[in-house]
């Protein structure tokens, strides 16, 4: 039995990991669990899964969250802040820390998992496209295992079971093609955010979901996949593939192609990240392919998505490029969804701000040059957006 640190107990990832866990006592019991504002839910995942140790990121909540599980017994180690998740997902007790926490907040207690000797589950896309350059080297010198989480990733590192070292040519990483996959491009410059937000395959958070609409998503997932899989930035290849049934493919040395397959279910690369290298059977609905009927692929139209080719060149430019790049599109999504800036303004400003941090990259960065990077890429943004019109409410 494995023992879990759930950090996002109250995100999609974080829900869908629990289930998995409801689903098999046997095999995973949950002992530490880290929310960020949401008390109510963390409060039945608290008496549900009895968890040894708690964390609220958000303070001011840590009262209501002890007056709303005071009568649990025995009470669990109650913690708030950065600092509280940090100390969930060190958690002695913990073999396996799931990081469903979204954006560059994953990073530091990732980092400290890692040294704390656990294996990460990691539906955090953030800690290896900002923390790359530090965060591989950590995990050569505790020798832990990175497993991948998300579906893309979870995809390619499945197909990559068997393949001999250096028999892997290239990958292809699949997209939905987001809330605006056929809309034409002259019309995205009156879409609101209400309508970015009706992805058509997954149930996903607010950002990823604004992320799966402008494909800055499949951005982040080139970078990494560079540092999960060790391929070339000119060796990754994007594919726009309506239906998301396959959910990424590699190309073999002698042209062979192996892809995974399943319907769009976050549960099934967070399971297979859980209890790899073993397959645990379950009810869920099998893959039916006549009832799929076809499957099509197209390439990605560069002018509707113009966030795709400003990931592959902050990823190429190495150094705190790519953590400038997320930062910087963390903060316009964010504007964006609070309605203080339009859809085209998305990445004009991340241009904007990768372009004036170029003179300032480093080759080889510390966790504090990642980390100031962060910062200034998010300052920057903020600067850049006073001169754009406000969208009215």
């Given at each position: ?49 009895q968890p040894q140790i708690v964390a609220i990121c ?63 589950a990691l539906a955090n896309k953030e800690t290896l ?265």
């Amino acid at each position: 039995m494995k023992a879990i640190s759930l950090l996002g107990s109250t995100g999609s990832i974080g829900t869908q990991t629990l289930d998995i866990g409801a689903q098999n006592p046997d095999k995973f019991r949950i002992v530490g669990l880290a929310a960020g504002s949401n008390v109510e839910l963390l409060a039945q995942q608290v008496r549900q899964f009895q968890p040894q140790i708690v964390a609220i990121c958000e303070t001011e909540k840590l009262a209501e969250l002890q007056a709303a599980i005071a009568d649990v017994s025995p009470q669990p180690i109650l913690l708030a802040g950065e600092a509280g998740v940090v100390e969930v997902a060190q958690f002695s007790e913990a073999d396996v820390v799931v990081t469903g926490i979204v954006g560059c907040a994953g990073l530091l207690p990732t980092i400290a998992a890692i040294k704390a000797g656990k294996d990460i589950a990691l539906a955090n896309k953030e800690t290896l496209i900002a923390g790359g350059p530090v965060v591989l080297p950590l995990i050569q010198q505790y020798g832990i295992k990175l497993l991948p989480a998300d579906s893309e990733h979870s995809a390619i590192f499945q197909c990559l079971q068997g393949v001999p070292e250096g028999g892997l040519r290239r990958i292809l990483l699949t997209a939905s093609g987001g809330a605006f996959r056929d809309l034409p491009v002259e019309k995205l410059a009156q879409v609101t955010v209400a309508d970015a937000l009706k992805h058509p395959n997954w149930t996903m958070g607010r950002k990823i979901t604004i992320d799966s609409a402008t494909l800055m998503n499949k951005g982040l997932e080139v970078i990494e996949a560079h540092y999960l899989f060790g391929v070339d930035y000119d060796r990754i290849d994007i594919v726009i593939h309506p239906q998301s049934i396959i959910h990424s493919l590699i190309e073999l040395e002698d042209t062979s192609v192996l892809a995974q397959l399943g319907w769009a279910d976050m549960r099934l690369p967070l399971l297979y990240a859980l209890s790899y290298p073993e397959r645990i059977s379950t009810n869920w609905e099998p893959l039916d392919l006549v009832k799929v009927g076809s499957l099509t692929f197209r390439e990605p139209d560069h002018q509707k998505y113009p966030c795709m080719q400003l990931a592959y060149a902050a990823g190429r430019a190495g150094g705190c490029m790519p953590a400038v790049l997320n930062a910087a599109n963390e903060q316009v999504v964010a504007l964006f969804l609070a309605e203080k800036i339009r859809f085209l303004d998305i990445p004009r400003l991340i241009e904007q701000v990768c372009d004036r941090y170029h003179s300032q990259n480093r080759s080889t960065p510390s966790l504090e040059d990642i980390l100031a990077a962060d910062q200034w890429a998010r300052q920057e943004v903020l600067s850049a957006s006073q001169s754009l019109t406000m969208v009215a409410s």
